[in-house]
């Protein structure tokens, strides 16, 4: 499967960015999603995840309550909107595939992940 993130640009602290990751060449409902992000000289972190049915979504303590993630299968999307946004949160952000086969524990492991977006950049300032 290929991933191809967007929707990412600048805004200002507190403000609100939708990320959306658009999904081909396979049936999106066969996998498991989530999104990382990496800030410059960090290593990759996770952020959110939500399994092939849309039935369990999962956050890192940071963006609970501000991110939310979704899916759509028939449009082979996976969404993050991101609101009340601050600095910290800057960061070049990745979806990223996890086949349902494999299983949904450990999501926010990036290395139970075997496909990746190429990123988008979202940059907020103070």
């Known amino acids: 499967v290929q991933l191809q993130a967007s929707g990412g640009g600048l805004v200002q602290t507190g403000g609100s960015l939708s990320l959306s990751c658009v999904a081909s060449?396979?049936?999106?409902?066969?996998?498991?999603m989530g999104w990382f992000r990496q800030a410059p000289g960090t290593e990759r972190k996770f952020v959110a995840a939500i399994n092939w049915a849309a039935t369990n979504t999962y956050y890192t303590d940071s963006v609970r309550g501000r991110f939310t993630i979704s899916r759509d299968n028939a449009k082979s999307t996976l969404y993050l909107q991101m609101n009340f946004l601050t600095p910290e949160d800057t960061a070049v952000y990745y979806c990223?595939?996890?086949?349902?086969?494999?299983?949904?524990?450990?999501?926010?492991?990036?290395?139970?992940?075997?496909?990746w977006g190429q990123g988008t950049l979202v940059t907020v300032s103070s």
């Open positions: 990223a595939a996890r086949e349902k086969r494999r299983g949904y524990s450990d999501a926010d492991l990036a290395d139970r992940y075997q496909y």
């Open positions: 060449g396979r049936t999106f409902s066969l996998y498991n």
